[in-house]
C-alpha cells in the first residue's frame, strides 16, 4: 500500500531534505574544531592548547552575538524568493554583505583593545596569556571572511541551496584541518599556526562561496542592483531587524556564560561536572540548530507566497522533530550516564554522582530544542522584536531571580533550576505567539522586510500614497457614474 501525504503536509519531503544538509554542515564545525584541539594537544608544551582553548572561548562568544548576520539573512532571502522578488534576493546578500564587512573591518581595528579586554579580566599563567594572545591576533585578521561567510550561507540557505552549503562546510573544514596540520604540525607555529589556519581557511571559503554568488548574478541584472543599492530606509530596517536578533542572542549568551561562572564557584568536580553536561546540550543544539534553518527557510517562503495556510501543519512537524531529537539526546545520557560520560573522562568522582543532574540534563535540552526550533520559525517570518522581548523576558523573570537563590543557598540543582526557567519561558513564549501566525497573512502579526521598509520610511509619504490611491478611486467612480 503506498503511503501518501495530506496536502497540508506535502512540504515534509523538502523539509527533511534542508533538514539533513543543514544538520550535516553544522556538525563540520565541532568536527573541524575538535581536530584543532588534538593537533594542539600532542605538542610538547601543554599551554599552547590552553592559550587557543582561552582565546577561542572569546572569540567564539564574540562570533556567536554576531551570527545574527546569517540569522538576518536566511528568512528576509527566503521571503523575497517566494514573492518570486529577484532583486530583493540579490540586495538583502549585497546589502547585509556590506554590514558584515564593516563590521569585520572594525574587529581588526579594535582588536588590540579587545584582546587587552579579554586576557586582563582573566588570571592566568602568563605563558598560556601569551599562547591565547598569539592565536587570537592571527584568527582575528580572518573576521571580515567570517562575517561574510555567515551572510553567505544565510543567503544560500534562504535559497534553498543546502547542498552548496554542505559543500561549503566540507571546504572549509577539510581547508581549516589541512592548513592546522600544515601551520601547527610540519611548521611547528603552535597557537599561532593554529590562528593562521582559521583565517586562511575563511578566506577560501568566501572565495568560493563568492564564486557561486557570481554564478547566481546575470550581467543583465548588475546595473539595476548597482542603482538601488544604496536606500537609508532598507539599511534601517536590515539594522532594526538584526539589531533585536543581537539583543536575543545577547540574553542567551548572557545566560550561558552566567551559568558556568556559577559552576566555578561551587568547586571543582561540580563545575565539570556542569562543563560536561553543557557540551551534551551544546552538541544537541548543533543537531537543533540545522533543523531550524530548514524551518526558517520554508516558513519564509510560505510567508512570501502568502501561503499561511502552511504554517500551522510546518510547525507541527518542526516542533515534534525537535521534539524527537532532544528526547535521544537527553534520555541517552539518563539512562546510560557512565557510559556517556565515561567517554569524556575517566575521573570517578565526576561521572559516579552526575547522574544526580540529568534529569536536569533532559528538561533543559527539550525546553531549549523547541524554543530554538521556534527561533528559526519566527526568524523566517523576520520577527526580531519578538525574539528579543522572549528572550529578555525569559532572563528578567526566569533565570536571574533562581540563579540569585542557588548562589544564596550554594545549590546546583537551583543553577540547573535558573537555566531549565530560562529555556521553558522562552518556549512557551514562543509557543503562544504560534496562533496568531497561523491567520492570513493581513493579519499575522509578521512583517516583512519591505513592510519594514515602508514603516520606517517618512508619514508623510506614505499618506500622500494613501491620498493619490482616493483620488484616483473617487475619479473612477465618477466616470463610471458619468
Not at 554542515?25 to 601543554?46: D, Q
Not at 573576521?143 to 535559497?159: E, T
Not at 559516579?352 to 526568524?379: C, V
Amino acid at each position: 500500500m503506498e503511503l501518501t501525504l495530506p496536502n497540508q503536509y506535502d512540504f515534509v519531503p523538502r523539509y527533511f531534505r534542508l533538514a539533513i544538509a543543514n544538520v550535516l554542515s553544522n556538525i563540520m564545525v565541532p568536527l573541524a574544531n575538535l581536530v584543532s584541539i588534538i593537533f594542539l594537544g600532542h605538542l610538547e608544551k601543554i599551554q599552547h592548547l590552553s592559550g587557543v582553548a582561552l582565546a577561542g572561548s572569546f572569540l567564539n562568544f564574540l562570533y556567536l552575538i554576531l551570527i545574527f548576520l546569517r540569522m538576518g539573512t536566511t528568512g528576509v532571502t527566503a521571503q523575497a524568493v517566494g514573492r518570486n522578488d529577484r532583486e530583493g534576493v540579490l540586495l538583502i546578500g549585497l546589502r547585509n554583505g556590506l554590514i558584515a564587512l564593516v563590521i569585520g573591518i572594525v574587529l581588526i581595528l579594535l582588536q588590540y583593545p579587545l584582546g587587552e579586554l579579554a586576557f586582563d579580566l582573566l588570571d592566568v599563567a602568563q605563558e598560556i596569556k601569551l599562547s591565547g594572545q598569539a592565536y587570537f591576533h592571527t584568527q582575528i585578521w580572518g573576521s571580515p571572511a567570517v562575517l561574510l561567510n555567515f551572510v553567505l550561507i544565510g543567503w544560500f540557505l534562504g535559497l534553498e541551496r543546502n547542498n552548496l552549503v554542505l559543500l561549503l562546510s566540507v571546504i572549509g573544514s577539510g581547508a581549516k584541518i589541512t592548513f592546522d596540520y600544515v601551520f601547527i604540525i610540519y611548521l611547528d607555529w603552535s597557537s599561532t599556526g593554529a590562528g593562521v589556519s582559521s583565517a586562511i581557511s575563511q578566506y577560501l571559503l568566501l572565495l568560493v562561496g563568492l564564486i557561486f554568488l557570481c554564478r547566481e548574478i546575470q550581467g543583465s541584472e548588475v546595473p539595476a542592483i548597482v542603482g538601488k543599492f544604496w536606500n537609508p530606509s532598507a539599511f534601517k530596517a536590515i539594522l532594526t531587524l538584526n539589531g533585536n536578533i543581537f539583543i536575543s542572542n545577547l540574553a542567551i549568551m548572557f545566560t550561558s556564560l552566567t551559568f558556568n561562572y556559577e559552576g566555578t564557584q561551587m568547586g571543582v568536580t561540580i563545575y565539570t561536572q556542569n562543563a560536561l553536561l553543557f557540551q551534551i546540550f551544546s552538541l544537541s543544539l548543533y543537531f537543533i540548530a540545522g533543523l531550524g534553518y530548514g524551518t526558517e527557510t520554508l516558513v519564509g517562503n510560505f510567508k512570501g507566497q502568502g501561503s499561511a495556510q502552511q504554517l500551522r501543519p510546518l510547525a507541527s512537524v518542526s516542533v515534534a522533530t525537535a521534539l524527537l531529537v532532544a528526547v535521544f539526546f537527553g534520555g541517552v545520557c539518563v539512562l546510560f550516564p557512565g557510559n556517556v560520560f565515561g567517554l569524556l573522562t575517566n575521573h570517578n568522582e565526576v561521572t559516579e554522582t552526575i547522574n544526580s543532574f540529568t534529569p536536569w540534563l533532559l528538561l533543559t535540552i527539550i525546553f531549549g530544542s523547541i524554543g530554538f526550533m521556534l527561533d528559526g520559525y519566527f526568524l523566517g517570518l523576520a520577527e526580531g522584536q519578538t525574539l528579543r522581548n522572549v528572550s529578555l523576558t525569559a532572563l528578567v523573570v526566569g533565570f536571574l531571580p533562581t540563579d540569585f537563590t542557588a548562589i544564596k543557598f550554594f545549590s546546583n540543582d537551583l543553577l540547573w533550576l535558573a537555566l531549565s526557567l530560562f529555556y521553558a519561558i522562552r518556549m512557551m513564549m514562543l509557543g503562544l505567539q504560534l496562533p496568531r501566525t497561523f491567520e492570513s497573512d493581513v493579519n499575522d502579526g509578521s512583517i516583512s522586510l519591505p513592510a519594514l521598509e515602508e514603516s520606517l520610511a517618512s508619514p508623510l509619504t506614505i499618506k500622500e500614497k494613501h491620498q493619490k490611491m482616493l483620488v484616483e478611486t473617487l475619479e473612477i467612480s465618477q466616470n463610471d457614474a458619468g
